[in-house]
C-alpha cells in the first residue's frame, strides 16, 4: 500500500477539486499523484460528482446539433437561390423570342422615337446569352452536383439548347448555322 499523503499536498488536491476548473489528470499531474487519488481523494470527501463531464457532453451535442441545423438552412437558402437563377436564365431565355420595343429621345427637335421589332437585335440577344450562362453557372455553383444532379442538369441544358434550335428555326426557316472552333 503507497505511503499517505501529506495534509498539505492533500488540501491543495482539494482546494483544486473543489475549484473544478482542471481534470482530473491535470490536478494528478499538477501534484505529483495518481489520478485514480485525486478520484478516490474527491469520492471520499463527498466531491464525486467535481468530474462528472455529462454537462459538457450534452452541451457539445447541442452545439453539434445546432450546427447541423445552421448546414441544413443555408443548403435550403442555396437551392432556392438556385432555383431563381434558373428562373431568370428562363425568363431571358423567353425574352429573346418576344417583341422588343427600342426607344430614343433627343435630336434636333428633343422629340421621342419610338420602334418596335419582333425580336432584340443581335448584341441584346448576346447580353441575354451571357445572363442566361451566368445564371446557369452561378446556380449549379450554389448546388453541388450529385451524380444523379449532373445527368439531369446536363439534360436540362440539352432541352435548353434543343428548344433554342427549334425556337430559331421556327423564326429563320431552317436550322441555325454549325459554330466551328474558331468561332466562325
Do not use: C, N
Given at each position: 500500500?503507497?505511503?499517505?499523503?501529506?495534509d498539505d499536498k492533500r488540501?491543495?488536491?482539494?482546494?483544486?477539486?473543489?475549484?473544478?476548473?482542471?481534470?482530473?489528470?491535470?490536478?494528478?499531474?499538477?501534484?505529483?499523484?495518481?489520478?485514480?487519488?485525486?478520484?478516490?481523494?474527491?469520492?471520499?470527501?463527498?466531491?464525486?460528482?467535481?468530474?462528472?463531464?455529462?454537462?459538457?457532453?450534452?452541451?457539445?451535442?447541442?452545439?453539434?446539433?445546432?450546427?447541423?441545423?445552421?448546414?441544413?438552412?443555408?443548403?435550403?437558402?442555396?437551392?432556392?437561390?438556385?432555383?431563381?437563377?434558373?428562373?431568370?436564365?428562363?425568363?431571358?431565355?423567353?425574352?429573346?423570342?418576344?417583341p422588343t420595343t427600342y426607344?430614343?429621345?433627343?435630336?434636333?427637335?428633343?422629340?421621342?422615337?419610338?420602334?418596335?421589332?419582333?425580336?432584340?437585335?443581335?448584341q441584346d440577344r448576346r447580353?441575354?446569352?451571357?445572363?442566361?450562362?451566368?445564371?446557369?453557372?452561378?446556380?449549379?455553383?450554389?448546388?453541388?452536383?450529385?451524380?444523379?444532379?449532373?445527368?439531369?442538369?446536363?439534360?436540362?441544358?440539352?432541352?435548353?439548347?434543343?428548344?433554342?434550335?427549334?425556337?430559331?428555326?421556327?423564326?429563320?426557316?431552317?436550322?441555325?448555322?454549325?459554330?466551328?472552333?474558331?468561332?466562325?
Open positions: 500500500m503507497p505511503p499517505r499523503i501529506d488540501a491543495a488536491i482539494l482546494a483544486d477539486i473543489k475549484a473544478g476548473e482542471l481534470s482530473a489528470r491535470r490536478i494528478a499531474a499538477k501534484h505529483g499523484v495518481a489520478q485514480s487519488t485525486v478520484s478516490k481523494l474527491a469520492k471520499d470527501t463527498g466531491e464525486a460528482t467535481a468530474f462528472d463531464r455529462s454537462k459538457t457532453v450534452r452541451a457539445t451535442r447541442a452545439r453539434t446539433l445546432d450546427a447541423a441545423a445552421v448546414r441544413a438552412e443555408l443548403t435550403e437558402r442555396r437551392l432556392a437561390m438556385a432555383v431563381t437563377l434558373h428562373d431568370v436564365a428562363a425568363r431571358e431565355v423567353r425574352k429573346m423570342a418576344e426607344w430614343d429621345w433627343g435630336g434636333k427637335d428633343h422629340d421621342y422615337d419610338e420602334t418596335t421589332r419582333p425580336e432584340p437585335h443581335a447580353a441575354m446569352m451571357a445572363t442566361v450562362a451566368q445564371a446557369l453557372d452561378k446556380s449549379l455553383k450554389l448546388v453541388p452536383q450529385t451524380e444523379q444532379a449532373g445527368e439531369q442538369s446536363r439534360s436540362l441544358v440539352g432541352d435548353l439548347m434543343a428548344g433554342l434550335a427549334r425556337d430559331y428555326a421556327e423564326r429563320h426557316g431552317g436550322p441555325p448555322p454549325e459554330v466551328t472552333d474558331d468561332g466562325e
